[in-house]
C-alpha cells in the first residue's frame, strides 16, 4: 500500500508532524517437494470489502455510512462470508487458485480521514489503518464467519494468507476518538465535521497527558505531545505521516492506554514484552487460533530485518501447533509462507529471503511489453535462469508477479487475454488481481489519490465471460504443472513462438499466442507416437516426426495423454 497512502491529503501533515536456450539447472527450492505450494503458488489477491456481500446486516457497522457521493473510500459491503459463497460455488477451483490473500481482518479505525485533497472519505476498507489486532472488524464478519471461510478454502486445497502490516497501525481518527473517550477532541458539536473542516475538531496541541491515551510515545513516532519525532530513514519515518511502530526498540512496554479500557479487545499485557513481541503475538493468534497459512507483509522495508524473522519463526510454531490440534482441517504439513511488498522489487535474491521472506512481489512484470513473443521470451528465459542459479548456488529465492495492483494500477482492461496468458506461464509465483480475470473496470478515483480507482467493487453482474474462460483454462494447466513455475525453460519456436518447461518428470508445451492451423516442434519434450493433449482447445495429437500439429484456439498448451 506504500504508494497508495503517499497520495493522501496533505492535510494530513498536520495529523503527525534472451536467453533462449535451455537452462542448466531447474529451479528446486531446498526443501520444497515438487507437489508443494511453495513450488508453485497461484494466489488470488480479494480486497475483501469490493468482493461479495455475503452479509449485508454487517455492512454499516461501527456507525460507518456510505457518503453519498461516488463511494470512493467507503466500505462497499464485500466480507468474509461472500468469499466463503464463493469458494462454495468454485470460483477459485475454477481458475486454479491455491491461495487467496484477503486484505486485513482484524479492526480498523472505526471512522473517516480525509481522502486525497480532501475529495472523498477515507474509510479504512482496505485493512491498512489498523486499531486493534485481536479482534476482527465487525465489517469483515464474525469469528464463526472467519472460520468457515478457512475451513471451507482448506477443504479445497486453498490456503488463506492475510495482508498484515507491522510498520504502522492506522490515524486517530474523529469517531475512534470518540467512540474509545480519547480525550482530543474540541468540546462542543464534534458531529458537525466534514471534510473541509475536519482537522479542526481535533486538538493536535492538547498535553501528553491526553494524548497518552491513545497508543503512546512508548508505542509509536508521531510527533505529538509525549511521542518521539519521526526520523528520516526507511525504518523511522512515518510513512504517509501514519504513526510508526517502534519495533525496533529492546524496551518492555505496556498495553496501549486505551486497550486497557476497550470493551471488546482480546488485548492482554504480557510480561516484559517489547512492541515487536506484541505485534507479533497478536498477528500470530490468528494462525494459532483459525490456521491462517501465511501473511502477504504490507510496507516489508519500513521494519527491520529482525522483526521479520521473528514474525515467521512464531508463524511457523503457530501453524504446527493449530495442524497439531486439527490434523482433519490441514492441507498438510507445510510450513508458515511469508511475501513481502518490497518496492520496487524485481527478480533478484535480496537479505529479504534469509529473513523470513519465502517470496516478494515482483514489481517487474507490470511494466514489460507481453504481446511481443521475443520480448516475452527473454523475460521467461529471464526470470528462470535467475530462479535456477538461487536454487542451484543453494540459495533459493521466489517471486510473485501479477499484472494489476491495488497500489499502481489496472492492466488495460483490452489486453487481459494476451496479458494474462504472459502472466499465467510466467517462471516463478503468480498473483491474480481480483476482476484481472472478469475484465473489472476501473472505478471512481481523486486527483490527489489516484490509486483508488483500482479498488472498484467486484464486477459480478458483468464478467467479461470470455476472458474469464480464457484465465480459468490458463490457471487451471499451471496448477497441474509445477514446471512452468519452475522447470528449465526452452525456447522451440518462433512461428508460432513457442516454448517447453521441463521439472523432473513434469513436461509441458505452450504456445502462447497460436492460433490456425500449426505445427509444433516438441522433439526434445516428447517421444514420436506419444498423444499429448492441448488443455486449451481439449483436443489431442500425437507427436510424429518431433512435431505436434493441430487446430489452435488462441493459444495451445501441451500437456502428456
Same mark, same amino acid.
Given at each position: 500500500m506504500t504508494r497508495t497512502l503517499l497520495a493522501t491529503s496533505l492535510s494530513l501533515i498536520c495529523l503527525f508532524s534472451q536467453a533462449t536456450e535451455s537452462v542448466a539447472t531447474p529451479i528446486a527450492a531446498a526443501g520444497v517437494s515438487k507437489s508443494s505450494?511453495?513450488?508453485?503458488?497461484?494466489? #488470488?489477491?480479494?480486497?475483501?470489502?469490493?468482493? #461479495?456481500?455475503?452479509?449485508?446486516? @454487517?455492512?454499516?457497522?461501527?456507525?460507518?455510512?456510505?457518503?453519498?457521493?461516488?463511494?470512493?473510500?467507503?466500505?462497499?459491503?464485500?466480507d468474509l462470508a461472500g468469499l466463503t459463497v464463493k469458494l462454495k460455488e468454485g470460483y477459485f477451483r475454477n481458475l486454479g487458485v491455491n491461495a487467496i490473500w484477503i486484505t486485513a481482518p482484524y479492526e480498523q479505525i472505526r471512522g473517516w480521514v480525509q481522502g486525497g485533497?480532501?475529495?472523498?472519505?477515507?474509510?479504512?476498507?482496505?485493512?491498512?489503518?489498523?486499531?486493534?489486532?485481536?479482534?476482527?472488524?465487525? /465489517?469483515?464478519?464474525?469469528?464463526?464467519?472467519?472460520?468457515?471461510?478457512?475451513?471451507?478454502?482448506?477443504?479445497?486445497?486453498?490456503?488463506?494468507?492475510?495482508?498484515?502490516?507491522?510498520?504502522?497501525?492506522?490515524?486517530?481518527?474523529?469517531?475512534?476518538?470518540?467512540?474509545?473517550?480519547?480525550?482530543?477532541?474540541? +468540546?462542543? =458539536?464534534?458531529?458537525?465535521?466534514t471534510l473541509k473542516d475536519y482537522h479542526g475538531w481535533i486538538d493536535? /496541541?492538547?498535553?501528553?497527558?491526553?494524548?497518552?491515551?491513545?497508543?503512546?510515545?512508548?508505542?509509536?513516532?508521531?510527533?505529538? /505531545?509525549?511521542?518521539?519525532?519521526?526520523?528520516?530513514?526507511?525504518?523511522?519515518?512515518?510513512?504517509?505521516?501514519?504513526?510508526?511502530?517502534?519495533?525496533?526498540? =529492546?524496551? =518492555?512496554?505496556?498495553?496501549?492506554?486505551f486497550l486497557k479500557k476497550k470493551a471488546d479487545t482480546r488485548a492482554v499485557a504480557l510480561p516484559n514484552a517489547t512492541v515487536r513481541d506484541y505485534l507479533v503475538t497478536w498477528l500470530t493468534n490468528w494462525v494459532r487460533d483459525y490456521g491462517v497459512d501465511g501473511f502477504r507483509v504490507d510496507t516489508a522495508k519500513h521494519v527491520e530485518m529482525?522483526?521479520?524473522?521473528?514474525? +515467521?519463526?512464531?508463524?511457523?510454531?503457530?501453524?504446527?501447533?493449530?495442524?497439531?490440534? @486439527?490434523?482433519q482441517k490441514k492441507i498438510d504439513d507445510a510450513p508458515f509462507w511469508m511475501v513481502g511488498e518490497v518496492f520496487p522489487h524485481a527478480v533478484e535474491r535480496t537479505a529479504y529471503f534469509d529473513n523470513g521472506f519465502d517470496s516478494l512481489i515482483n514489481f517487474d512484470l507490470q511494466d514489460r511489453k507481453l504481446d511481443d513473443p521475443l520480448e516475452l521470451d527473454r523475460l521467461y528465459g529471464d526470470y528462470a535462469r535467475k530462479l535456477a542459479a538461487g536454487s542451484s548456488e543453494g540459495k533459493a529465492f521466489d517471486v510473485l508477479s501479477y499484472l494489476s495492483s491495488h497500489d499502481t494500477r489496472l492492466y488495460k482492461r483490452d489486453q487481459l487475454i494476451t496479458a494474462g496468458t504472459a502472466l499465467l506461464l510466467a517462471p516463478g509465483g503468480v498473483q491474480i488481481f481480483y476482476g484481472d480475470e472478469t475484465a473489472r473496470p476501473d472505478g471512481p478515483a481523486s486527483s490527489g489519490d489516484p490509486q483508488q480507482s483500482t479498488r472498484s467493487s467486484m464486477n459480478w453482474a458483468s464478467p467479461n465471460t470470455t476472458v474469464l474462460a480464457h484465465w480459468q483454462k490458463l490457471g487451471q494447466f499451471r496448477a497441474r504443472h509445477p514446471a512452468l513455475a519452475r522447470g528449465v525453460h526452452r525456447k522451440l519456436g518462433d512461428e508460432p513462438y513457442a516454448f517447453s518447461r521441463i521439472y523432473g518428470d513434469d513436461r509441458v508445451v505452450a504456445a502462447p499466442f497460436a492460433k490456425g492451423e500449426v505445427s509444433i516442434p516438441v522433439a526434445h519434450v516428447y517421444k514420436d507416437g506419444q498423444m499429448v493433449r492441448d488443455a486449451y482447445s481439449g483436443t489431442t495429437a500425437k507427436v510424429e516426426g518431433g512435431m505436434v500439429k493441430l487446430l489452435a484456439q488462441g493459444s495451445v498448451l501441451l500437456e502428456a495423454q
Open positions: 505450494f511453495a513450488t508453485n503458488p497461484i494466489v #488470488y489477491f480479494a480486497i475483501t470489502d469490493r468482493f #461479495y456481500n455475503g452479509n449485508p446486516a @454487517n455492512d454499516q457497522s461501527y456507525g460507518r455510512k456510505p457518503d453519498g457521493a461516488k463511494e470512493i473510500g467507503t466500505f462497499h459491503g464485500g485533497k480532501e475529495e472523498f472519505k477515507h474509510y479504512a476498507y482496505h485493512g491498512y489503518f489498523a486499531l486493534d489486532y485481536t479482534v476482527l472488524d465487525k /465489517n469483515m464478519g464474525t469469528p464463526d464467519e472467519l472460520r468457515e471461510f478457512v475451513d471451507t478454502a482448506h477443504a479445497q486445497g486453498v490456503r488463506v494468507l492475510f495482508d498484515i502490516v507491522m510498520n504502522h497501525p492506522g490515524y486517530l481518527d474523529i469517531e475512534t476518538a470518540h467512540q474509545l473517550n480519547i480525550p482530543v477532541l474540541w +468540546k462542543g =458539536a464534534y458531529e458537525q465535521y493536535y /496541541n492538547a498535553d501528553r497527558k491526553q494524548w497518552a491515551e491513545w497508543w503512546g510515545g512508548d508505542w509509536v513516532r508521531a510527533g505529538l /505531545n509525549g511521542y518521539t519525532a519521526a526520523g528520516s530513514s526507511d525504518l523511522t519515518m512515518q510513512l504517509a505521516y501514519l504513526p510508526d511502530f517502534k519495533t525496533e526498540q =529492546a524496551k =518492555a512496554v505496556g498495553l496501549p492506554a529482525a522483526s521479520w524473522q521473528a514474525l +515467521k519463526q512464531a508463524g511457523n510454531a503457530a501453524l504446527t501447533e493449530w495442524k497439531a490440534k @486439527n490434523p
